[in-house]
């Protein structure tokens, strides 16, 4: 029943879009890694500060689809993060952004991960949202920051291409 619940409200979140201004962004990286070693790093069960600067700590409640994780920001404030799809056979999930600082509401972000061959993988992180409080291009601005700084600190372990 719980699945179902997150299901509706993340087409809730989705049909929402269609009457007001959206903004998207997606970065891609490739890495000489494979896909399971970087599935692994970047897997939504893993602790966040990890792979992203901005975050000092984070906590993860729950496993599976319905899991929560508060990431605390570097200088102050919360982002709290929920699994609304998790696929460890094709290496993706999706998430939600429930509360945040962040110039932003209705986010629904993607993380998967392909493998290229042996030693060779890719990743890309993807995110839609509205804007709050910002003009679009403020807002991608941000986000697009955000996910630059996830792929540099993924850089830092695993060679990029």
Known sequence: MRKII????????????STSVKADTEITAIYKV???KLWDLVQFHKPSENIMPPIESS???????????LNNLKGGGELV??????????KSYNYVI???PLPLKNYVGQVRVEGLGKNRS????????????VEKAKADEIVSGFYKSI????????SKE
């Open 81 to 90: 993060l929920q699994l609304v799809y998790f696929s460890p056979k094709s």
């Open 34 to 36: 494979s896909a399971d």
């Open 151 to 158: 792929i540099g600190r993924i850089g830092e372990k695993y």
């Open 59 to 69: 906590k993860l409640t729950g496993n599976g689809v319905g899991a929560i994780k």
């Open 122 to 133: 890719k990743l890309i992180w993807s995110g839609v949202f509205e804007p709050k409080g």
């Open 6 to 17: 997150f299901y509706i409200a993340v087409l809730a979140t989705v049909f929402a879009f």
């Open 98 to 100: 429930r509360t945040s």
